[in-house]
């Protein structure tokens, strides 16, 4: 029977790599009549994942938009028809990651770096895309592009204190609208045009690699888990 190389036919490899990051459960299926009685391209699936190193989680910050920040995307976001969506659909929190990669969990240290900042300001500008068939995924992310020299502040002090591994060169403030079907996007970025809407953020939030959530304030070291 040919491999999965050979096949061309790698869906479910994601999920077994999950797997591949419990070695207890993993050494269950492997052991388990069950598993071995997968097809043997599907047992070659397991042991591939078992091999592959599961992907690293990180922690995050990100600033929540609010006002008619948050009003105008969620409104952006219902112009856009169900059978149109990917399967992640419709961005319900309307936010801007500000710093992802940290290797800490401890919303503490986060506080402590944030707290006295003081509230960071922006402005939504154009409505853009990440292309599927640019980036290779098999869905559109429609955007909304943020210019905000203080985000960009935010993110340089938040690396220079915390430990972290960069996982984008560059540091390119956006909000997401929705995810779509790949080759959806482009009629969206020319209809939604610009919208030029300003916006103030007084916390940040702090969600670790479990994506438990803490809120940090901007004014002083504080956080409410």
């Known amino acids: 029977m040919a491999t999965l190389a050979e096949q061309g036919d790698w869906a479910g490899v994601e999920e077994l790599q999950q797997l591949a990051g419990d070695p207890e459960g993993l050494q269950a299926f ?85 707290g006295g900042v003081g509230a960071v300001h922006g402005t939504l500008t154009e409505v853009n895309a990440f292309y599927g068939e640019e980036t290779g995924k098999d869905y559109d992310v429609l955007i909304v592009k943020v210019s905000s020299p203080e985000l960009h502040d935010l993110n340089s002090w938040i690396a220079e204190r915390l430990e972290h591994t960069d996982t984008w060169p560059d540091y390119k403030p ?23 809407i300003p916006f103030e953020v007084n916390h940040v939030v702090f969600s670790n690699a479990n994506r438990v959530k803490s809120l940090c304030d901007l004014h002083q070291p504080n956080y409410v888990e």
């Open 30 to 114: 492997l052991e388990d009549d069950a598993g071995q009685e997968q097809t043997p391209v599907a047992y070659e699936a397991i042991h591939y994942a078992a091999a592959a190193p599961a992907k690293k989680k990180y922690a995050s910050t990100h600033v929540l938009l609010q006002g008619e920040a948050r009003k105008r995307l969620l409104s952006l976001a219902k112009l856009i028809p169900d059978y149109e969506l990917g399967n992640d659909g419709r961005e319900d929190d309307p936010h801007v990651t500000v710093k992802y990669g940290l290797h800490t969990d401890d919303p503490k240290k986060v506080a402590e770096v944030v």
């Open 174 to 196: 956006h909000a997401t609208i929705a995810y779509l079907k790949k080759g959806l996007a482009k009629k969206y970025v020319e209809a939604f045009g610009s919208l030029d």
